[in-house]
């Protein structure tokens, strides 16, 4: 009896060793081999990464409204009224950015309670333009009007450009412009006015909550614009810009004029003269 036993448990042994022997455990793919799985890393593979979000568009028309008050105005060194009281310059332009050129349009008007206003032209001046931008080179056309003197007007082609030096260590974005008077209701001959300047911004910082720049302007007649003075003109400002948002902004400054030539100093009948000035801009 023990031997029977003892036969049936032997042979018991040796099949589940031969059907182990014979269990093979199916391999993984190789492209698996070494790869530790986690729920992060599923989670990952189960959800691609979001795309970033496109640049929003850029704007195709902008339209900015602003007005200034200064204390005195000159034009290119003119002065236009020998005493002003209180000067409000209202103005419109409407921007058109295009793919190769950007067009702008408008229109600058001065009102005066001083002596023009005494002089029954306080609505002085209404200024309309257009100008067509094209890489650094500006094209303007302008329609100077005075409505109450004799309805008057001059006409005028002016070719500019300003040079983008930012990336320089003192960046001063020099410029420069010539006009051509192209027709003058007065009867006056038609004159060339050529101006250069520079306008360095004071390093302020990306978070600065205000921007400080330094326009200096010189006005040159290159014909007949000038009487018989070659150098008009010479004016250095300091401005100050406060952006209230990303669609307002106040600033503020002075400027002061030299007039070097005795033609323009007998015009303005001074030597020289500072000018203060307040004003805001909206853009839409």
Same mark, same amino acid.
């Given at each position: ?8 448990? @032997? ?49 195709? @028309? ?11 105005? *000159? ?68 329609? *100077? ?59 302020? $910082? ?9 326009? @200096? ?34 600033? $503020? $400054? ?6 070097? $030539? ?23």
């Amino acid at each position: 009896m023990r031997q029977i036993a003892l036969g049936i448990l @032997v042979t018991v042994m040796f099949a589940a060793s031969a059907s182990a022997q014979q269990l093979v455990l199916p391999a993984r793919h190789d492209a698996l081999a070494g790869v530790k799985f986690s729920t992060a890393a599923l989670a990952d593979q189960a959800t691609p990464a979001a795309a970033p979000a496109p640049p929003p568009p850029s704007k195709k @028309v902008t339209v900015t409204l602003g007005a200034d008050a200064p204390s005195a105005y *000159y034009f290119r060194g003119y002065r236009q009224e020998s005493d002003p009281g209180f000067t409000f310059q209202p103005f419109v332009d409407v921007g058109v950015a295009g793919e190769h050129a950007t067009v702008n349009f408008g229109a600058w008007n001065s009102f005066h309670t001083g002596t023009l206003k005494d002089a029954g032209a306080g609505y002085y001046e209404t200024d309309l333009y257009a100008s067509v931008t094209v890489g650094m080179v500006k094209a303007l056309y302008t329609a *100077y009007t005075y409505p109450k003197i004799d309805n008057s007007a001059i006409h005028e082609l002016m070719l500019s450009t300003t040079f983008n030096d930012s990336e320089s260590a003192f960046p001063l974005a020099p410029s420069v412009g010539i006009a051509f008077e192209l027709d003058k209701s007065s009867g006056l001959d038609k004159g060339i006015y050529l101006e250069l300047g520079v306008t360095p911004a004071v390093p302020m $910082g990306d978070d600065a909550p205000v921007t400080i720049s330094i326009p @200096v302007k010189l006005g040159f007649s290159v014909k007949d614009y000038y009487g018989g003075d070659k150098l008009g003109y010479l004016s250095v400002g300091a401005l100050i810009g406060v952006p209230v948002n990303d669609n307002f902004e106040v600033h $503020g $400054g002075v400027t002061g004029y030299s007039f070097p $030539g005795d033609f323009m100093r007998a015009y303005n009948g001074e030597k020289g003269s500072f000018v203060g000035t307040v004003g805001f801009t909206v853009k839409f």
